[in-house]
T-cell receptor, first 116, second 114 residues
Framework: GAVVSQHPSWVICKSGTSVKIECRSLDFQATTMFWYRQFPKQSLMLMATSNEGSKATYEQGVEKDKFLINHASLTLSTLTVTSAHPEDSSFYIC????????????FGPGTRLLVL | AQSVAQPEDQVNVAEGNPLTVKCTYSVSGNPYLFWYVQYPNRGLQFLLKYITGDNLVKGSYGFEAEFNKSQTSFHLKKPSALVSDSALYFCAVRDGTGRRALTFGSGTRLQVQP
């Protein structure tokens, strides 16, 4: 199946710093990527939809200035958590939609963020 | 609005026995339905999907799911469970004609006992 990578797999940072997470589709082109957040023992919550070459669409309650999304190419989307605070600590997962595979979304391995 | 319900937080089954993980959905248009599995501290792995066609869908690792339109269900099944199947399973849906983001169920933890 299609492969989606995320980097880094985990990151620890100080409060107030910014953290960038990369999501790459390795063997297919993804015009649309999605960013999710998952709290312990909970389901995935969609944060935003990232469209190549255009602005991301954010879900209600997600601060676009806090979570900056850039989808500069058909294989790369980035999520930047700006001025991170401890409450931003979470597991962030991206997915990429493979239009050639009947709309199947393939997920990255996730990035665990811990803000001290 | 679309939604997914997974009524069981956890399912316990003995190795070698059949397993079922339940999922019901609500969507305004034709549903696209998916099952994913998540192992600890990992992302989601795609298992199978229903878009159109045969109501019985076969997927990875011997899993299958049956789409039942009248009951709006898409239960995940496997004839003989393995200990290695123990993981967290998510059902997801999207409207085939509307927005392309998936809505996930709350997840069901499957525990297969040896």
């Amino acid at each position: 199946g299609a492969v989606v990578s995320q980097h880094p797999s985990w990151v620890i940072c100080k409060s107030g710093t910014s953290v960038k997470i990369e999501c790459r589709s390795l063997d297919f082109q993804a015009t649309t990527m999605f960013w999710y957040r998952q709290f312990p023992k909970q389901s995935l919550m969609l944060m935003a939809t990232s469209n190549e070459g255009s602005k991301a669409t954010y879900e209600q309650g997600v601060e676009k200035d806090k979570f900056l999304i850039n989808h500069a190419s058909l294989t790369l989307s980035t999520l930047t958590v700006t001025s991170a605070h401890p409450e931003d600590s979470s597991f962030y997962i991206c997915s990429a939609r493979d239009g050639a595979a009947q709309e199947t979304q393939y997920f990255g391995p996730g990035t665990r963020l811990l803000v001290l | 609005a679309q939604s997914v319900a997974q009524p069981e937080d956890q399912v316990n089954v003995a190795e070698g026995n059949p397993l079922t993980v339940k999922c019901t959905y609500s969507v305004s248009g034709n549903p696209y339905l998916f099952w994913y599995v998540q192992y600890p501290n990992r992302g989601l792995q795609f298992l199978l999907k229903y878009i159109t066609g045969d109501n019985l869908v076969k997927g990875s690792y011997g899993f299958e799911a049956e789409f039942n339109k009248s009951q709006t269900s898409f239960h995940l099944k496997k004839p003989s469970a393995l200990v290695s199947d123990s993981a967290l399973y998510f059902c997801a849906v999207r409207d085939g004609t509307g927005r392309r983001a998936l809505t996930f169920g709350s997840g069901t933890r499957l525990q297969v006992q040896p």
